[in-house]
C-alpha cells in the first residue's frame, strides 16, 4: 500500500509538472503570438517611410500578390522587382507579398487604392468592383486567342492600354503591368462536364464580377463568390462543386488535389492588373517615375511568355495526374457563345461602349 501511494505522489507530480510545461509554452506562444501582432503593423509602416541612404531619398514599395510563388505572375513581378532596383541603383527597394498574406485580389487593390500599400495585383474580373469598365473584360468570348497579339500590342503602345490608364487614374491608381492571366475553363470535383447539360446545377465558385456570375447563371450553374485565397479548401471541403480559371493558376495553387474534370470552354480572358497608389506614383521623382514604367514594361514580356508555357505545362500535368480534360468541338463551343450573348445585352448599359469597341477592334 505505501508503494502504491508513493506512486501515486510520484504520478500526480510528473502529471503536475507536464502541465505547467505545456501551460508554460502555451504562455510563450501566445506572448510570441501578441509581439508579432503588436510589432507587425509599426513594421510594415517603417517599410513605407522614405528613407536616407548616403544623403539621399530611397523608397520602399511593398506589392500584394493573390497568386502562389512559383506562378508566371508571381515570377513576373519578382522580375519587375529585379529591374526596378537595378535601374534605380537602390533607390527603390521592392517587396513582395505574394500567396495572398496581405489579402486576395480585392483587398490588396483596396489597400492600395487607400494607400495603405503601394502596389497590389488582381484579376480583371476583381476589378469590376472599382469600375464597371473593368466588367468589359469578363464579357463571354469578347477575345479570342489567335488575336492575343494583336490585344497585346494595344495594351501596351495604342488606345486600349491608355484607356484603361485613365479608367485606373480616376480611381486613384496608375497601371504598371497589364500581365497575362489567360483563359478560364469550367472545372468540376464531382462529375464529368462535357456538354452544357452537364453544367446545370453545378454549385461554382465564382469571383464578385456581376459578368462572371451572370455567365454561369446564363449556363444554369449555381454561382457562389468566394475570394481567391478561400477557395481550395470551399471545394475540398464541398462547399462548391467547380470553378472556373486557367490551368497554370489551378495547377500551381494545388487545385489538381481536389479537380478531376475540366472542359476547354475558354469562355472568359482575363488580365492581371499590377496597379501603383497614384499619389504614391505621382509622389517620386520624374525620373523615378519612369523607371517604374519602364520596369513594368520590360517585366511584362517576360511574364506572358512565361504563362504560356506553364499554361501548357499545367495542361500536361494534370493529364498526367489523371484529371480528365474535354475539348469541345466547334458546334458545341458555338452553342456556349450563344448561350451567354444575353450576357452581353444584360451589361449593354452599365459597361461603357467605347471600352468594348477598343477590345473589339484587336480582335482583327
Known amino acids: 500500500i505505501y508503494e502504491k501511494f508513493i506512486f501515486y505522489l510520484k504520478s500526480k507530480t510528473i502529471s503536475h ?13 501566445s ?9 507587425l503593423p509599426t513594421f510594415l509602416n517603417n517599410l513605407r517611410k522614405e528613407e536616407v541612404n548616403q544623403g539621399e531619398k530611397t523608397y520602399t514599395i511593398r506589392i500584394a500578390n493573390p497568386s502562389a510563388p512559383s506562378d508566371a505572375s508571381t515570377l513576373g513581378y519578382q522580375k519587375f522587382c529585379d529591374i526596378v532596383q537595378t535601374l534605380s541603383k537602390g533607390k527603390i527597394k521592392v517587396l513582395l507579398f505574394s500567396n495572398a498574406i496581405l489579402g486576395s485580389d480585392r483587398a490588396g487593390m483596396e489597400a492600395a487604392q487607400q494607400g495603405l500599400i503601394e502596389v497590389a495585383s488582381s484579376s480583371s474580373p476583381n476589378m469590376a468592383s472599382f469600375s464597371t469598365s473593368f466588367m468589359a473584360l469578363d464579357l463571354p468570348y469578347i477575345t479570342e486567342r489567335k488575336y492575343q497579339e494583336n490585344l497585346y500590342h494595344d495594351l501596351d503602345n495604342g488606345l486600349l492600354g491608355k484607356e484603361f490608364k485613365k479608367i485606373a487614374e480616376s480611381i486613384n491608381l496608375v497601371p504598371i503591368m497589364f500581365g497575362e492571366y489567360g483563359y478560364r475553363n469550367f472545372a468540376s470535383t464531382k462529375r464529368p462536364i462535357k456538354s452544357p447539360q452537364s453544367l446545370i446545377n453545378l454549385n461554382i465558385r465564382t469571383t464578385d464580377s456581376p459578368v462572371e456570375i451572370k455567365v454561369a447563371e446564363e449556363l444554369k450553374m449555381i454561382p457562389t463568390p468566394i475570394a481567391w485565397g478561400e477557395a481550395y479548401i470551399a471545394l475540398q471541403q464541398g462547399a462548391v462543386d467547380g470553378e472556373s480559371n486557367t490551368y497554370s493558376l489551378l495547377y500551381n495553387s494545388k487545385h489538381g488535389e481536389v479537380l478531376k474534370y475540366f472542359i476547354e470552354s475558354e469562355h472568359n480572358y482575363s488580365l492581371n492588373f499590377l496597379m501603383m497608389n497614384k499619389d504614391y506614383f505621382y509622389s517620386l521623382p520624374q525620373d523615378l517615375q519612369d523607371i517604374v514604367i519602364e520596369s513594368g514594361r520590360q517585366a511584362v514580356i517576360y511574364e506572358r511568355k512565361l504563362m504560356a508555357e506553364q499554361q501548357k505545362i499545367a495542361r500536361e500535368e494534370f493529364i498526367k495526374m489523371g484529371i480528365s480534360i474535354y475539348t469541345p468541338m466547334k458546334k458545341e463551343k458555338d452553342y456556349y457563345k450563344k448561350a451567354t450573348r444575353r450576357v452581353w445585352e444584360e451589361f449593354s448599359d452599365k459597361i461603357p461602349s467605347r471600352i468594348i469597341q477598343l477590345i473589339q477592334a484587336t480582335q482583327t
Request: net charge positive; proline share 0%.
Open 31 to 39: 506572448l510570441l503570438l501578441f509581439f508579432v501582432l503588436i510589432t
Open 17 to 29: 509538472k507536464k502541465r505547467l510545461r505545456m501551460n508554460q509554452k502555451n504562455i510563450r506562444i
